[in-house]
């Protein structure tokens, strides 16, 4: 498809199991984000990708908390051992273009809703 | 560090009144400001953006003014319409962008 696409939609889990959400950006797109959106809490930037730089990590809560990109493309968000206040929107964007100075536009996946029990 | 602040919601208004919502920043050196539109049901979507001090965005009659001397960057509409019922978001950044907390609009005829 030609927008980001983001998988499962929805997870259910419980507590102390390990989550993955995958991120599948518009092609072309050099620059990849994960947020969390929490209810009340608006936007929480968690971590970005920049083509082949070394990611910004300063968002992510805890070492619980980790991602990849593989390839430049596909981005793996992994929550291991899972708890109640991790349950969530995970959303991804990406963006054609990212410099030090000007963020290009970002355009969002759906976002998987996380539920830990 | 960089963050933004926005006016809570949520905000109610009749069809055709004036709008504002409000959005100041902090950040170090010259960030890009932006408005993002959450329709219900659908994903995050950029509605205007201004990348240089001065520079007014607009898009679907929503406008916004990136203004240095006040790190703000309010958005404003003359006329709401239903259609408009959204979350709206601000948000500023260089390489990476942080959001505001979200305003949930809602406009009833």
């Known amino acids: 498809g030609a927008g980001v696409s983001q998988s499962p939609s929805n997870k259910v889990t419980e507590k102390g199991k390990d989550v993955e959400l995958r991120c599948d950006p518009i092609?072309?797109?050099?620059?990849l984000y994960w947020y969390r959106q929490s209810l009340g809490q608006g936007l929480e930037f968690l971590i970005y990708f920049q083509g082949n730089s070394a990611p910004d990590k300063s968002g992510l809560p805890s070492d619980r908390f980790s991602a990849e990109r593989t390839g430049g493309s596909v981005s793996t968000l992994t929550i291991q051992r899972t708890q109640q206040e991790d349950s969530a929107v995970y959303l991804c964007?990406?963006?054609?273009?990212?410099?030090?100075?000007?963020?290009?536009?970002?355009?969002f996946g759906e976002g998987s809703r996380l539920t830990v029990l | 560090g960089d963050s933004v602040t926005q006016m809570e919601g949520p905000v109610t208004l009749s069809e055709e009144a004036f709008l504002t919502i409000n959005c100041t920043y902090t950040?170090?050196?010259?960030?890009?400001l932006f408005w993002y539109v959450q329709y219900p049901g659908e994903g995050l979507q950029l509605l205007l953006k201004?990348?240089?001090?001065?520079d007014k965005g607009s898009n679907k009659g929503f406008e916004a003014t990136y203004r240095k001397e006040t790190t703000s960057f309010h958005l404003e509409k003359g006329s709401v319409q239903v259609s408009d019922s959204a979350v709206y978001f601000c948000a500023s950044g260089a390489n990476n962008l942080f959001f505001g907390t979200g305003t949930r609009l809602t406009v009833i005829p």
């Open positions: 964007a990406s963006s054609r273009l990212a410099t030090r100075t000007y963020t290009g536009e970002l355009f």
């Open positions: 950040a170090t050196g010259y960030p890009s």
């Open positions: 201004a990348t240089k001090a001065d």
């Open positions: 092609s072309g797109h050099t620059a």
